[in-house]
């Protein structure tokens, strides 16, 4: 099992530019999330997704979009990007909702805008 | 969602056991207390999850005493490799939203 799986692990876009995050997961997983990761900030939900066609915001969601076409995956959107969007960023998965499931993280993707 | 309040950082000499504790004053009746691990340049990985008393497994023990207000991660004998940031979850089946906070940042020094 490849688990949770990000592309791209590092990108590096100038202000204004576009793009997508991918994250795939091979679990059969029900929920699916997106966070950031700031130093000192700790994790920060950006969206979240509890099964395919269904998604919503979770505290950090501005300036990004997402969708849940598949079960496999959830890919993030930066639709304009912006120098305070510099930030690692990670998707989990859990079997289905509720904190008491336990998340499987990706490795991350490092993002930097100029 | 209980908060949780966790130590910023600690440090450790290696073959020490360390103790990390968590405060979660509001923790509710059906709520599970989970133990993430994370280390440079990863994602978080869940290593222990207890709902009352002690749970071991091969990583660590978790200790919740009987107010459930607070639990405390235990690592027996640690080594450098388990320099690493720790967070601590609090929630049940219900929500779709997870703080995670900021986390303890453990230092093991030779």
């Known amino acids: 099992n490849a688990g949770v799986t990000q592309t791209p692990k590092f990108q590096v876009l100038k202000t204004g530019q576009s793009m997508t995050l991918q994250c795939a997961q091979d679990m059969n997983h029900e929920y699916m999330s997106w966070y950031r990761q700031d130093p000192g900030m700790g994790l920060r939900l950006i969206h979240y997704s509890v099964g395919a066609g269904i998604t919503d915001q979770g505290e950090v969601p501005n300036g990004y979009n997402v969708s849940r076409s598949t079960t496999e995956d959830f890919p993030l959107r930066l639709l304009s990007a912006a120098p305070s969007q510099t930030s690692v960023y990670f998707c989990?998965?859990?079997?289905?909702?509720?904190?008491?499931?336990?998340?499987?993280f990706g490795d991350g993707t490092r993002l930097s805008i100029l | 969602l209980a908060k949780t309040t966790q130590p910023i950082s600690m440090d450790s000499y290696e073959g020490q056991e360390v103790n990390i504790t968590c405060s979660h004053n509001n923790i509710a009746t059906n709520d599970y207390i989970t133990w993430y691990q994370q280390f440079p340049s990863q994602g978080p990985r869940f290593i222990i999850q207890g709902y009352k008393t002690k749970v071991t497994n091969e990583v660590a023990s978790l200790f919740i005493p009987a107010d459930r207000k607070s639990s405390t991660l235990s690592l027996p004998r640690v080594s450098l490799s388990d320099t690493a940031v720790y967070y601590c979850l609090v929630g049940g089946e219900a929500g779709n939203q997870f703080y995670f906070g900021t986390g303890t940042s453990l230092t093991v020094i030779p």
């Open positions: 989990a998965s859990s079997y289905r909702t509720g904190a008491n499931q336990p998340q499987h």
